[in-house]
Every structure is written in C-alpha cells, then in structure tokens.
C-alpha cells in the first residue's frame, strides 16, 4: 500500500485519498516570462512519475498543474520587451510545453491559465472579507489579515512570534500588519492595460497566492488529496494558500479573531527537493543558473531524464557534468540489455520477485532510487541468462517497469546511435565496412587504426557472430 511523506503532517502516511480509486493532484506549475530552467524540469519530472504511478496504481487521477501568467516579473518583462502580456506569455508557455515533452512529462488533465480565473479570484476575496479575514488597505490593495487566522503557520511549522521577529523593521504603512500579504493589487498608472481587471474595490489584478487557491478550488473543490511543489513554495507561497482556502471555504459560523476551519484544503502535501550546481545553490548571481535547454544542447532529454528520478524526490540533487556522464553511462547500460529485445509491449507483470521489490520501493514514498536499483538488477540478469525465452522476459519486464517512470521506451539502438540525430552516422556505417574489408584482406594494423578514428569520434563497436558489427555511442 503506498505511503507518502506528508509535509503537513510531517511523517510519512498511509495514502487514503478522499474518494476511493480516485485521485485529485495540484501542482504548482511556472511563472511564464522567461525559459524553464532545471528547478522546473525536477518539479515537472517529479509530479509526473507520481501521476503515472497513482495510475499505474489503479487510479483514475485528475492532475492539475497551473501557469502563471499574470504578475510582477511578467509586467516587468513585457514592459522592457514591448512586447503585450498575452504574446509574452504565449511564447513561454509553448516552450515550456517543448521542454516538458522532450523530457518525457504528460500533459495534465488540466493547465488553467491563472488570468482565465479572476472571477473566481475575486469571489474568494469577496468571502474572505466577509469572513473577517481580509481588509482594503490605504492604498487599495486587499490584504490577507494573518493573525485572523488561527492556523497559520501549521504547514511550515513557523510561528506568529518567529515570523514577526524575521521582519523588517520597517514596515509599510498600508498593512495593519508586516505579516500581511496582499489579495489584491491597485492598478498602477504605468503598468499596461492587459494587467488589469475591473472589481468592487477598483481596477487591480491578484496577488500570486490567491491564483493557485483559486484555480485548485476551481478545479478539485474545497478539500482534494494531494497538493505539490518545490521546497521553495512551502512557505510562504502553500502556507498562504492554506489560509486564503481554508479561511473562505471551511469556515464555521464564527470567523472573527478565534477563526475556526474544519476541513483541509488538502489532505497530503508533497515537497520535492532543490537542484544544487557544483555543490551551490542555483543561481543567476552565480553564474550556475541553467536553462532546460541550456543542458539538452549537451545532453540526451532521456538521460536528464534519468538524472532527476534516480534520486528520491525529497532529496536534494547536484547537477554536474559528471553526474550528468554518470547518468548516461547508467541509462547506456539498461539500454544495452535491451538491444535484441521483443519488439512487441508487454504489461507489467506484478507477481515475479523483481516486480515486488519495484512495486515495494514505488509504494514506499515514490522511492524511485530503489526502483531504479530493481531496473539494473533486471538488466543484469537479463545480460547473463542463457535461455532465449527467458531472456526475453526479463528484457520485456525491464522495458514494462521502466515505462511506469517514462524510461527506455526508444528503440534500443536509437537510444545507443543517438536516435541518428548526428550527422556523423553515412561517416561511422562508411568507417564500419572499411573495417571489414581491411580484417577480411587481414590488413590489422588498418583495421586497428578505424578501430581507433572511431573511437576518437566517441563510438564503440563491437564485433558479434557472423560479421555483424554493433555501434553505440559514448
């Protein structure tokens, strides 16, 4: 039975989600004004590996994650770009879409765009404020009252007196508290006219927390299962959710001061870990801040890929070129096993041993380091069986769990050649039947030295029964 790290409840749990064999999942998803960089490709990874295993599972899931399209970073950019919110916006959320796809992530059953939902922002405003936990400032914002809520701080683990003490001394003057944060942001005259939308309060747009428990409650109602997101979010971004939802929808008849909810916005919240460079925390003042595409100019999508989900989700990873290498040469390996493999799709088959331990390590908090120890192993005794049928099991069996985390679903030889992407592959197939002729006139030394200009082009051959020759690249 799976049982998952619950950061509210800060211990791993036995998963019952609220309606059986049913799923809902909200994920918060980019802000959309610049190119997806690796934090985002391990936060899209992630959450697609859980979905497929819910549904791998039995699971029928609803899997929602969200695009930010509208706040201060956007209007800055589009600004300094000329460039409209909408165009701006468009052309990041298409590649977005491009990376997300080359690393093999399927598509949510729902992306709400946050500015498709302002209505249902500014109703759960409305409700906040009737519930005695909003105010309009001096300035015309609307601003969250955190100390209204009595919750605050049950997600992080911060409390009221910590998080007073953390602030700054000085404190704008709008907010009745430096805790408060913003639900609604008056109209600035120099911003662009697609950034603002009409309400009771006057012209504004949301605050960035208030989206996602919008478009959440939207989507999956009051309470839902499962609500994820990188560590980054935990606080304040998710503790701000939890008391904009709960503080509108699970309130009892008394929502003043002593503010009371019964009812969760969601049952389980799953955090994944950072993406450190060299040993350092990503950043652009660093100079160690990379794109998705930045690093599939040098590496195969499969093989990132493979380098974000053989680490557990919760744990920190260390992108470096080594680790990158260290990847590729693993992925290289379980693709070697499969290289004379059925070509037909088998189901997994859930009884052998190796399918336990799989199911075990999936079950047990999405531990895909352990599921990935259960690939090699089947790839290892698929290399040294002896017994074609046999053999070809195993190779069926790799190939189907692997599948459950997005991996080694290309052609064996398409993976190994570099899916014939390059255009060195007339030049190795030319090299390759030199080598022939050079060993069938016994001319060695020739045949060593082909050997060896492939070798310096990073190719590997290997020579197999009956003059057939294989090449991989390294």
Partial sequence: MLHIYNTLARDKQLFQPINPNQ????????????????????????????QRWLRASGYAVTYVRNITDIDDKIIKRSLENNESLRDLTDRFIQAMNEDADALGVERPTHEPRATEYVPQMLAMIDKLMHNGLAYQASNGDINYAVRQFKGYGKLSGKSLDDLQAGERVAVESHKRDPLDFVLWKSAKADEPADSKWASKWGVGRPGWHIECSAMSNSLLGDTFDIHGGGADLQFPHHENEIAQSEGAFACTSDCGTEHQHNQNMANYWLHNGFVR???????????????????????????????????????????????????????????????????????????????????????????????????????????????????????????????????????????????????????????????????????????????????AMGIVIEDKAGGVVEWRRV
């Avoid at 599939?296 to 989700?313: G, Q, S, T």
């Fill in 277 to 455: 460079v060299d040993d350092e925390k990503m950043s652009k003042s660093l100079g160690n801040f990379f794109t998705i595409r930045d690093v599939l100019k040098d590496f195969d999508a499969e093989v990132v890929r493979f380098f974000i989900l053989r680490a557990h989700y919760r744990s920190e990873i260390n992108y470096a070129i080594d680790n990158l290498n260290d990847a590729k040469a693993g992925l290289t390996r379980l693709y070697t096993a499969l290289k004379d493999a059925p070509a037909q799709s088998v189901a997994p088959d859930w009884s052998s041993a190796y399918a336990q331990a799989f199911k075990a390590a999936m079950d047990d908090d999405f531990n895909t380091a352990i599921a990935v120890s259960v690939l090699f192993d089947l790839a290892s005794a698929a290399n040294s069986s002896t017994e074609p049928a046999q053999k070809a099991a195993l190779q069926q069996q790799l190939k189907a769990f692997a599948g459950v985390l997005g991996l080694l679903q290309r052609p064996a030889q398409a993976f190994l050649q570099g899916d014939a992407a390059h255009d060195d592959v007339a030049q190795i197939d030319a090299l390759i039947e030199q080598r022939k002729a050079a060993k069938a006139a016994k001319d060695f030394a020739q045949s060593d030295a082909i050997r060896a200009q492939l070798s």
């Fill in 23 to 50: 799923v809902r999942m909200y994920v918060c998803g980019m802000t959309v004004y610049d190119y997806c960089h690796l934090g985002h490709a391990r936060v899209m990874v992630a959450f697609d590996m859980m």
